[in-house]
């Protein structure tokens, strides 16, 4: 089972960017798919991004498309999610979530069946003037 630790959050103005990190322990992270979700006050939980356990793959929402960009350094078991061109409506709280997929070339960020079934605890991104 992974273990994730979110950090980076914090508040910025409209057109800034941030870049949220993820820390894995327990296991190497070829053997996971790695997703950032979000969820902001009174909405659903929305896939972001995730990266595939193969690092081959990179799926991203269109509400972030052109935007975000998913990466990581398997090596210092990190996850990354750069974001640029922020607007308010990205306002959320961001967590990491990890399915086990052994160096799998497929990613989604539809949380079908809870297939994500390792979180971190959560992070606030708040986009305001």
């Known amino acids: 089972q992974l273990q994730l630790v979110e950090s980076g959050g914090g508040l910025v103005q409209p057109g800034g960017s941030l870049r949220l990190s993820c820390a894995a322990s327990g296991s190497t992270l070829a053997n996971y798919n790695i997703a950032w979700f979000r969820q902001a006050p009174g909405k659903e939980r929305e896939g972001v991004s995730c990266?595939?356990?193969?690092?081959?793959?990179?799926v991203y929402a269109d509400s972030v498309k052109g935007r975000f960009t998913i990466s990581r350094d398997t090596a210092k078991k990190m996850v990354y999610l750069q974001m640029n061109g922020l607007k308010p409506e990205d306002t959320a709280v961001y967590y990491c979530a990890a399915e086990w997929g052994p160096y799998s070339t497929f990613c989604t960020v539809i949380n079908t069946n809870g297939r994500y079934k390792s979180w971190g605890q959560g992070i606030q991104v708040t986009v305001s003037s």
């Open positions: 990266v595939s356990g193969s690092g081959a793959t990179r």
